[in-house]
């Protein structure tokens, strides 16, 4: 037992990528996801993801060069590096204009170079659980939207059956002077 505890107070990325940090973000404003690597690695690039989506890569950087092509869409031309250098192991995210799909867990690992170019790690340094709310003075948007989806909703089964009706008047109408002829 004594043998654990002491490896869960010496590793702190452990903890820190078991323990989510909760943030939450006002629609619409640009938010900074703070995230540090140790000092002592040399960092090689940096992974932003959600999980949750495919692709999962929010912010994708390797060996100084941002790789667009393996990026999240709905993240492109709205997210960045607060230092791109990454000094001092700075990797922090800033994310623009938040919007409610912006919700969602993010995790941050970064890509440390070994001494020898093909020694390198992957090693998760931060998970932030990101609520996005609405700001303050403004209308609710979740009731506005959910009378128009019921009106929507309403407005298309009265078409659909509009046209159901339509279609079986016109088969009797068809099928009524075919019943009249003689055999």
């Known amino acids: 037992m004594v043998p654990f505890l002491i490896f869960l107070f010496l590793d702190q990325r452990f903890i820190a990528a078991q323990d989510p940090k909760a943030i939450t973000a ?13 000092n002592n690695n040399i960092l090689a690039g940096v992974e932003w993801s959600r999980p949750d989506l495919e692709p999962e890569y929010v912010l994708l950087l390797r060996d100084g060069h941002f790789i667009p092509e393996d990026q999240q869409p709905s993240f492109k031309n709205r997210v960045d590096l607060q230092d791109k250098q990454m000094k001092g192991g700075d990797v922090s995210l800033i994310l623009k204009n938040v919007t409610d799909a912006d919700a969602g867990t993010y995790e941050c690992r970064v890509l440390t170079q070994g001494e020898k170019r093909r020694k390198r790690a992957v090693e998760t340094i931060r998970v932030i659980k990101l609520s996005v709310v609405d700001p303050p003075g403004q209308p609710e948007r979740s009731v506005g939207l959910k009378v128009g989806m019921s009106v929507l909703a309403v407005v298309l089964v ?4 509009f046209f159901i009706y339509k279609k079986h008047s016109m088969q009797r109408y068809q ?8 055999v």
Do not use: F, N, S, Y
């Not at 009265?158 to 059956?161: E, F, N, P, S």
């Not at 099928?175 to 003689?182: D, F, G, K, N, T």
């Open 26 to 38: 006002e629609l619409g404003q640009d938010i900074t996801l703070k995230c540090r690597a140790p």
């Open 158 to 161: 009265a078409v659909v059956g």
């Open 175 to 182: 099928a009524a002077p075919a019943q009249l002829q003689p």
